[in-house]
């Protein structure tokens, strides 16, 4: 039964992936966003930053590129927000006027 059901929800997804191939690039494969997260931690004995870890699962790896034209317009969301609030006391939970910038839509 339980078997039946991964077998559905696999088939399910192998078709939204195929309808869907720019929306599936990320570069982790089968490594958890938690996964990247803890061994980040271990690695700078902190937890990472937002940016620091969409980095580590967004770029290309070797390269300094971003896997995806949506993947850049979210790191250049993230870095106008660290720029607008340094101070997070101040931090807006969306800045729709960043978000406009960082993502070329009308207003």
Do not use: C
């Amino acid at each position: 039964m339980e078997g039946e059901k991964w077998v559905r929800n696999s088939a399910q997804a192998k078709i939204n992936r195929a309808a869907h191939p720019k929306a599936n690039v990320h570069t982790s494969g089968s490594v958890s966003f938690a996964t990247h997260k803890a061994r980040m931690e271990t690695q700078f004995k902190r937890p990472p930053q937002f940016q620091e870890l969409f980095d580590q699962t967004h770029k290309k790896k070797g390269t300094n590129n971003y896997i995806s034209e949506k993947a850049w317009e979210v790191a250049s969301y993230s870095r106008g927000m660290e720029e607008r609030y340094r101070d997070d006391s101040q931090r807006l939970e969306l800045d729709p006027d960043i978000w406009i910038v960082a993502s070329g839509a009308p207003k």
